[in-house]
């Protein structure tokens, strides 16, 4: 098991940039977050899935942000345009009954 | 509001040592608590997750306690190790039907040779 897997694992990108980050959850997690880190506000829930569909995305910030769930094995989190606020650790986590299991993130910097 | 409040913010200890993290909570209604280590770098791992109904749960030379009348809890860890550096975030989960977690914003601890 290879575990939830993250890419990139680090992303510097330009304001205004498109940025697509990725997530693989653990094969047979029925649900699937997205979260963001900053060292002010800690860890925060941007939306969930489960069984591919959205549940609750009442922590996206704003209309900027979206994510998809297309398939069991594949989330995509994607900000258009990006700014410097966005700059985070994004982290993607699965989940099967009361267990959760986090991904090494992505370090995403807006210059 | 749910909130989760830790402390201390960061702690500093020599190897081999002894240390108790807190964490203190305001969250309705209460499902579970679950504490998590982070190295740097990576993503969260989960070290014991407790019900309404459980006092203490250890995972090796960490033993969390909960006291789910005064909405405390603590993780206590025994003859530390350099590689018990790391944060530690305290998580409580509510049940809405759907289970929404609120994070602690973590204790970072240094564990000094």
């Known amino acids: 098991d290879a575990g939830v897997i993250q890419s990139p694992r680090h992303e510097v990108t330009e304001m205004g940039q498109e940025v697509t980050l990725r997530c693989k959850p653990i094969?047979?997690?029925?649900?699937l977050f997205w979260y963001r880190q900053t060292m002010m506000r800690g860890l925060e829930l941007l939306i969930y899935?489960?069984?591919?569909?959205?549940?609750?995305d009442s922590g996206m910030p704003e209309d900027r942000f979206s994510a998809k769930m297309p398939n069991a094995s594949f989330s995509t989190l994607k900000i258009q345009p990006s700014e410097p606020r966005d700059s985070a650790v994004y982290f993607c986590?699965?989940?099967?009954?009361?267990?959760?299991?986090f991904g090494s993130g992505t370090r995403l910097t807006v210059v | 509001k749910n909130q989760v409040e830790q402390s201390p913010q960061s702690l500093i200890i020599l190897e081999g040592k002894n240390c108790t993290l807190q964490?203190?909570?305001?969250?309705?209604?209460?499902?579970?608590l679950r504490w998590y280590k982070q190295d740097t770098g990576r993503g969260p791992v989960s070290l014991t997750i407790?019900?309404?109904?459980?006092n203490t749960k250890s995972n090796g030379r960490y033993t969390a306690t909960l006291d789910a009348d005064t909405k405390q809890s603590s993780l206590h860890i025994t003859a530390s190790q350099l590689s018990d550096s790391a944060s530690y975030i305290c998580?409580?989960?509510?049940?809405?039907?759907?289970?929404?977690?609120?994070f602690g914003t973590g204790t970072r601890l240094t564990i000094i040779p």
């Open positions: 986590a699965s989940r099967v009954g009361y267990g959760y299991t």
């Open positions: 094969s047979g997690h029925n649900s």
């Open positions: 899935f489960n069984n591919n569909v959205p549940i609750d």
């Open positions: 964490c203190n909570y305001t969250v309705s209604p209460f499902s579970n």
């Open positions: 407790m019900t309404f109904s459980e």
């Open positions: 998580v409580v989960s509510a049940d809405f039907g759907n289970e929404k977690l609120t």
